[in-house]
């Protein structure tokens, strides 16, 4: 029989210890990972994180950046164990995460301002999470390639236009608004995309891999206008960039709401229901509302600075005409609208 | 006689350098990051999966994806693009370290000195980074176009980013150290005396470079070639950056059927026709190599 020495004991204890460290680390840390924008669109959620971390000593908030179809896919590759708890989301970016399986609903019990949400945005959230924000998609402009921006849509196919447009890939959920607005735009619907590829090929874009990509060729004056978010353009001409911002119509204005929402199997359920509710108050909404993001707001009665008037519906006309794109019909075929695109324009 | 305990004795075995032992690390390394996933990717390229909340539920053998893949016009296009952008890249490659490691072998100590630094210097340094260098050096309003401009050479700026040559020109900047190091190891092991009985021969520095140093230098253009192919061939970073978003190579294809179309089984498959693809490539560089090495392995034996 072998007996066990103190030295067998000391050993076994040392690497129990190391083993479990990160574990007991973390549970005692309770460190929150979500998505957000990786940008200085995280400044109203970095400060609900700081409002979460004062009333819950040792809770801390790390945001990563990136889009949400790259979260998605970690996620399925992971089998599931989602290495994030929560995230800021699109609609297209939830139904297609919803597809995936990996969300979990939010339960608006637990979110107290949820009460106080305009009623035309929770639909955008598929019953998953809470809308926080919404973003503006309009048209980008070099002021000095581009003195007179389009009013509509349809504009961007005027001759005027011709070898200065880009345009998103469309797995971004830029991009696929791209694609379903530019047959929108010539009364198809939505969701008949393969004419919205084939509009766009007449146009011979300069295609950014990502918003981001397709925003630095603005700066660098590679293009001269592009469909972008809102904040993007705000942030960008808040840094002293010569750019404008062109609201457009036909359809629209055109928006697309941002929501929390919660990943399966996430061990900060209570914490993350919180910071939805947090992001809901009325000192929050107002901090998003600010400049250079000018986010848009959800709750009922926040009042928005009148520089966002430049970026986001502000006018009763415009309000009552702001549109989103038809999201169930579009973001299940984004794979294929990516495949479609690829033939089209890299084939 | 006490018997040590079965850790310390790995440890000693280890430590000895006897047997397979040493190597074990390494083998279970390369089981764990190289064969497991080409299983996994064999096993998803081969089947019909469905997947349900992050966990595969069913998985049927299947060829489906593979012949479609292979008869999809948009593979033909996609792989041939890349077969090109990499074929030309290792020329490119062959073509300017050649000269720098031929410098380095005759050049003196400084020399020496200064082209290993500015050969190694650049991969210390981020491949991102290095990209980006290019972006700002071709952009609209990079120095390329800003000096062109400025001599009234063109009135408007050259589109030369998010182009075919924008990646080349990348991809041989980022790649060319991977062939001038295998050049440069090489051709320090020559045999000076070669050269200087090609010279007391009376023959040229041109014909002592062609008849005496090419030859003897093909190992290290083989090993820098099979480098800078297999690099340039899957490489994801380069393109993505530099060639715009309508620019797609093999790498980019997989990532993206991964990514973003969640087509796992679609993305294994591109993955397998990718790397036998490279792996052919390979195959021809290494008989090419074999057959130029021919003679001085005869004159060496």
Redesign the interface.
């Known amino acids: 029989m072998t007996t066990l020495s103190r030295r067998h004991f000391l050993g076994a204890a040392a690497g129990s210890v190391a083993l479990s460290a990160p574990t007991v680390l973390r549970a005692q840390a309770r460190e929150l990972v979500m998505i957000g924008y990786g940008s200085a669109q995280d400044d109203p959620l970095k400060r609900a994180g700081d409002i979460l971390a004062k009333k819950y000593p040792g809770v801390s908030l790390r945001i990563i950046g990136g889009l949400s ?2 979260a ?2 970690q ?7 989602s290495p994030y708890d929560f995230a800021v989301m699109g609609s297209p970016a939830i139904i ?1 995460a919803v597809d ?3 969300l979990e609903p939010l339960d608006l019990a637990k979110v107290p301002n949820a009460k106080n949400i305009d009623p035309r945005f929770p639909p955008y959230a598929y019953g998953m999470g809470v809308p926080i924000s919404y973003a503006g998609i309009g048209i980008a402009y070099n002021k000095q390639m581009v003195p007179n921006p389009p009013k509509t849509w349809a504009d961007l196919w005027k001759p005027e236009y011709a070898g200065k447009i880009g ?3 469309p ?1 971004s959920n830029l991009g696929l608004a791209c694609v379903a607005i530019a047959a929108a735009a010539f009364g198809r619907p939505d969701s008949d995309t393969d004419f919205g590829l084939a509009k766009w090929k007449e146009l011979k874009p ?5 918003p981001n ?2 925003q ?2 603005l700066e ?3 293009i001269g206008l592009c469909p972008l978010w809102h904040d993007n353009t705000g942030i960008a001409i808040a840094s002293g960039l010569p750019l404008g911002y062109a609201k457009v119509t036909g359809p629209g204005p055109l928006i697309l709401p941002t929501m929390i929402v919660k990943f ?1 199997r996430t061990a900060h359920n209570d914490l993350i229901h919180e910071f939805a509710d947090i992001l809901l108050t009325n000192e929050s909404q107002t901090f998003a509302a600010q400049p250079p993001y000018y986010f848009g707001t959800t709750v009922k009665g926040i009042v928005a600075p009148a520089g966002a008037a430049a970026f986001l519906p502000s006018t009763p006309e415009e309000i009552a005409s702001m549109v989103s794109v038809d999201w169930p019909k579009v973001a299940p075929n ?3 609208i ?2 479609a695109f ?2 089209m ?3 | 006689m006490t018997r040590r305990p079965l850790l310390l004795r790995l440890v000693d075995e280890l430590l000895s350098g006897r047997g397979i032992w040493p190597a074990v690390p390494a083998i279970v390394v390369l089981v764990v990051v190289a064969v497991i996933p080409f299983g996994v990717l064999l096993s998803l390229g081969f089947s019909d999966i469905v997947v349900s909340r992050g966990v595969i539920v069913s998985q049927e053998l299947s060829l489906r994806h593979l012949t479609t893949a292979l008869a999809d016009p948009l593979y033909h296009t996609t792989f041939r693009r890349s077969l090109t952008l990499a074929l030309t890249t290792t020329f490119f490659c062959s073509l300017l370290g050649f000269p720098v490691a031929y410098l380095f072998l005759i050049g003196g100590p400084w020399v020496r000195r200064i082209i290993l630094v500015l050969t190694i210097a650049p991969i210390l340094t981020s491949g991102i980074v290095r990209t980006y260098a290019w972006i700002v050096i071709l952009g609209g309003r990079g120095v390329v176009n800003a000096t062109l401009m400025e001599f009234g050479l063109i009135s408007q700026p050259l589109r030369i980013i998010n182009t075919h040559w924008a990646v080349l020109i990348g991809m041989v900047q980022i790649h060319l150290p991977i062939m001038i190091l295998p050049l440069i190891a090489v051709m320090s092991r020559h045999d000076s005396r070669l050269e200087e009985a090609s010279a007391n021969l009376g023959a040229s520095r041109l014909a002592t470079l062609r008849t005496i140093i090419l030859p003897l230098s093909v190992p290290g253009l083989g090993t820098g070639a099979a480098l800078v192919f297999t690099l340039s061939y899957t490489t994801f970073v380069v393109p993505q950056l530099l060639g715009g978003g309508n620019y797609l190579n093999a790498a980019t294809m997989v990532y993206e059927q991964v990514v973003y179309s969640l087509e796992w089984s679609k993305g294994a498959v591109t993955a397998m026709i990718l790397m036998a693809t490279c792996l052919a490539v390979l195959l021809v560089f290494a008989w090419l190599t074999h057959i130029g090495t021919r003679w001085t392995r005869v004159a060496q034996r």
Not at chain 1, 75 to 81: D, E
Not at chain 1, 206 to 210: E, K, M, P, Q, S
Request: charged content about 30%; cysteine-free.
């Open positions: 179809a790259e998605i896919a996620i399925k590759a992971s089998r599931g164990a297609n995936e399986g990996v345009l998103s890939r797995q300069l295609v950014g891999r990502n990509l397709l630095q060729m660098r004056g590679e399966a984004r794979g294929k990516v495949e690829d033939r324009f890299a084939g």
